[in-house]
């Protein structure tokens, strides 16, 4: 199984200050196609989990332009530029080369 | 608008059974895969398993901790995805999410269920 390790588990931040999440697979993720098989997620407090960003880098219907996803073959990273109080919930990366897996979630709070 | 209504929660004895149900709207569901995805409490999110459709046998794909205890279905005709959960564990005890295919643009609210003795 293809292993997702997050960093850092836990992520205090200024309204307004840049915020970086990485995520680390034990396995590349790039198909022959050219893709990576990376998707990020946000889950808000109390709400189901949203889709952020897919394939590495492609934002989701919706998505603010703040959120941007890079990253290839087994490490991926997803910024917000400007963090804002919407912001806060628990961060997920995910992989659907093999099967699918997460990793543990990152969560971010308000300072 | 794409609609995921999940049903059928509840409470279950340690070895006992239950089946939850997801109810598919806004989109053709006879050609997209649906996956289960759950969330213990207090817990990050944790893969299920997924049916693909029809037109591709409609395989199923397991994680190992649910390997067979836990059964994925799907009725075209009723736009409506099931989880058939046997065997259960105390460790089941979670909310279960049915998502679309991968990446997964939708998710339902989620219903709990919780095995206890």
């Known amino acids: 199984d293809i292993v997702m390790t997050q960093s850092p588990l836990s992520l205090p931040v200024i309204p307004g200050e840049p915020a970086s999440i990485s995520c680390r697979s034990s396995?590349?993720?790039?198909?022959?196609?050219?893709?990576?098989?990376l998707d990020w997620y946000l889950q808000k407090p109390g709400q189901s989990p949203q889709l952020l960003i897919y394939?590495?880098?492609n934002r989701a219907s919706g998505v603010p332009d703040r959120f941007s996803g890079s990253g290839s073959g087994t490490d991926f990273t997803l910024k917000i530029s400007r963090v804002e109080a919407e912001d806060v919930g628990v961060y997920y990366c995910?992989?659907?080369?093999?099967?699918?897996?997460f990793g543990q979630g990152t969560r971010l709070e308000i300072k | 608008e794409v609609q995921l209504v999940e049903s059928g929660g509840g409470l279950a004895k340690p070895g006992g059974s239950l089946r939850v149900s997801c109810a598919a709207s806004?989109?053709?569901?006879?050609?997209?895969?649906m996956n289960w995805v759950r969330q213990a409490p207090g817990k990050g999110l944790e893969w299920v398993g997924r049916?693909?459709?029809?037109?591709?046998?409609?395989?199923?794909d397991y994680a190992a901790p649910v390997k067979d205890r836990f059964t994925i279905s799907r009725d075209d005709s009723k736009n409506t995805l099931y989880l058939q959960m046997n065997s259960l564990k105390t460790e089941d005890t979670a909310v279960y999410f049915c998502?679309?295919?991968?990446?997964?643009?939708?998710w339902g609210q989620g219903v709990r269920v919780t095995v206890s003795p």
């Open positions: 998502t679309t295919e991968a990446p997964f643009d939708y």
């Open positions: 049916i693909k459709s029809k037109t591709e046998g409609m395989t199923t």
């Open positions: 396995q590349r993720l790039l198909h022959s196609n050219g893709h990576n098989y």
């Open positions: 995910m992989q659907s080369l093999q099967s699918i897996t």
């Open positions: 394939l590495a880098s």
């Open positions: 806004g989109f053709t569901f006879f050609e997209t895969w």
